[in-house]
């Protein structure tokens, strides 16, 4: 008898630090809600599905701007993420991943910022978000690609018109975007926190000292390389609990 008590003592035990370990719900977390904006509020003078770019007699209208990303990170306070974005980091507290993906991005095209996706992250400061624009290719972005046949080997696409004739430019860009936040998010326990990632294409088709505007329809390979330094120098991130696209006072 005195042995079947120590045993269902210890079978109790055990069940107690089980249900501690593994809570109904997650300790120490709270939300983050990833919003993706073109252009800020009081960007234009008033709400457009275009983002009109006019140098001299140029024109470019862009009417619709997709990217493809992967590994969307973001890094705590005095926290590191892998310098290769490659390297498994899942497990480390220090820059948990938003989304593996590939993952399409398909941001507005008109003032204020739209929710993409929740995702539960541990409650702390981060001042860093970071991803990867993708080309999908190989056995690894099958799904992907027969999911968006016109994404394959294109991670950049763009739709709009030059001096009136429509034109569609894509590019095969792959590159890490390490983004500093000027003001860290504060994720909070059971909180909510907005966080944008801005795109500002206003600049994508601009010369280098920003007083002409390139022509998408016939792009020379200097021309090409300047456009793609200037997606690389776009990006931005910011708090954005009002989704304005723009930073919260």
Partial sequence: MQRSSCVAAVLLVAAALAC???PA?????GSVVF???TTGTGATTAPSLAVTVTRGTDVIVIT???????KIKLE???GSCPANIEEDAEEEAECPNLKLGPLLLDPPIEEGADPTFTVDLPAGVYDELQLQIHKPAGSNDVAF???NPDFDGVSIRVNGTWNGTPFTFTTDLTQVIEIELEDPIVVEVDGETGLTLLLDVRSWFLDQGGGALLNPLALSQEALSRVEQNIRQSFHAFEDDDQNGAVDD
């Fill in 20 to 22: 501690s370990d593994n």
């Fill in 25 to 29: 719900g997650p300790e120490g977390q």
């Fill in 64 to 70: 619709d701007v997709q990217l493809v990303a992967r």
């Fill in 76 to 78: 705590q306070e005095d």
């Fill in 145 to 147: 690609i027969a999911a």
């Fill in 35 to 37: 919003q993706l904006a």
